[in-house]
Nanobody, 121 residues
């Protein structure tokens, strides 16, 4: 089974920064072709896309995080990152890493167990 191990969550002041990491337990040749993403779910809200990145390093962000968050991938380390700057209380949520193979595996890909991000004074 593909495992995703997330780290980097925690408590931060408004305006602060956090960097989330997600290590994916697949071979390097497979990791290179996975689409990768970060999602979040706040209390009372549906899970929403935060950022995703393709095998070709194309990225996509919703308006809510555009200009503040950056997704990146390191294919040599089988790791995807989410750099979060200028954090707001509205960013408080459980953040989930996602990895999707091109044409096989679960329909929604593989998921990490989530890491809590809390933005508060």
């Amino acid at each position: 089974q593909v495992q995703l191990d997330e780290s980097g969550g925690g408590l931060v002041q408004p305006g602060g920064s956090l960097r989330l990491s997600c290590a994916v337990s697949v071979s390097g040749s497979l990791f290179r072709v996975y689409a990768l993403g970060w999602y979040r779910q706040a209390p009372g809200k549906q899970r929403e896309l935060v950022a995703n990145i393709t095998r070709g390093n194309n990225t996509n962000y919703p308006d809510s995080v555009q200009g503040r968050f950056t997704i990146s991938r390191d294919n040599a380390k089988n790791t995807v990152y989410l750099q979060m700057n200028s954090l707001k209380p509205e960013d408080t949520a459980v953040y989930y890493c996602n990895a999707k193979p091109p044409g096989w595996g679960p329909p929604l890909g593989y998921w990490g167990q989530g890491t809590q991000v809390t933005v508060s004074s």
